[in-house]
T-cell receptor
Framework: DQQVKQNSPSLSVQEGRISILNCDYT??????FLWYKKYPAEGPTFLIS?????DKNEDGRFTVFLNKSAKHLSLHIVPSQPGDSAVYFC?????????FGTGTSLTVIP | EAGVAQSPRYKIIEKRQSVAFWCNPI?????LYWYQQILGQGPKLLIQ????????DSQLPKDRFSAERLKGVDSTLKIQPAKLEDSAVYLC??????????FGQGTRLTVV
């Protein structure tokens, strides 16, 4: 039972444009959401998070939007850079338990 | 601040052999996780420790997998005997109070 879903396995974006990565979840008890970035042969690294009491959190070029009624969150990267090319995992948590999506592989084309 | 350390980085074993992975979490982090990530999938939780106690091991295949965190710091994950479908990256993560989870680089296991 996949509680966190990333329906786009891959995404290609031109450098300088906006990258939008989407994530859907099913459990309304999730109260904290995170995005992790993973380069090949490395572990996932934390990128940005949002609490369920907010609908937007911004950190530099990265913004996460949360739509609780739709159980949907998205990560916006503006402007996209070639170094952003990686696999992005969405994660949702309740308490100390984390559930991950299957990841979206982002390729930023120079 | 030192990150989560895992060893070995890579391991190749034959099916039915046993293997052990080691994780040293970030100092002071009480929560430790072991995840299994099969190629093309997201990390799947195997076991979660709070200090040296198990919080959740519902997805751990207990007939072949075992994990311990005896002193509430380092942890080991063991597979015995290994199957071909155990080929995956095994990720260890730790989390402190009011922090996100930090991941190690993972151990890539190949069972042949």
């Amino acid at each position: 039972d996949q509680q966190v879903k990333q329906n786009s396995p891959s995404l290609s974006v031109q450098e300088g444009r906006i990258s939008i990565l989407n994530c859907d979840y099913t459990n309304s008890m999730f109260d904290y959401f995170l995005w992790y970035k993973k380069y090949p042969a490395e572990g996932p690294t934390f990128l940005i998070s949002i609490s369920s009491i907010k609908d937007k959190n911004e950190d530099g070029r990265f913004t996460v939007f949360l739509n609780k009624s739709a159980k949907h969150l998205s990560l916006h990267i503006v402007p996209s850079q070639p170094g952003d090319s990686a696999v992005y995992f969405c994660a949702a948590s309740t308490g100390n338990q984390f559930y991950f999506g299957t990841g979206t592989s982002l390729t930023v084309i120079p | 601040e030192a990150g989560v350390a895992q060893s070995p980085r890579y391991k190749i074993i034959e099916k039915r052999q046993s293997v052990a992975f080691w994780c040293n979490p970030i100092s002071g982090h009480a929560t430790l996780y072991w995840y299994q990530q099969i190629l093309g999938q997201g990390p799947k939780l195997l076991i979660q420790f709070q200090n040296n106690g198990v919080v959740d091991d519902s997805q751990l295949p207990k007939d072949r997998f075992s994990a311990e965190r005896l002193k509430g710091v380092d942890s080991t994950l063991k597979i015995q005997p290994a199957k071909l479908e155990d080929s995956a990256v095994y990720l260890c993560a730790s989390m402190g109070i009011n922090t996100e989870a930090f991941f190690g680089q993972g151990t890539r296991l190949t069972v042949v």
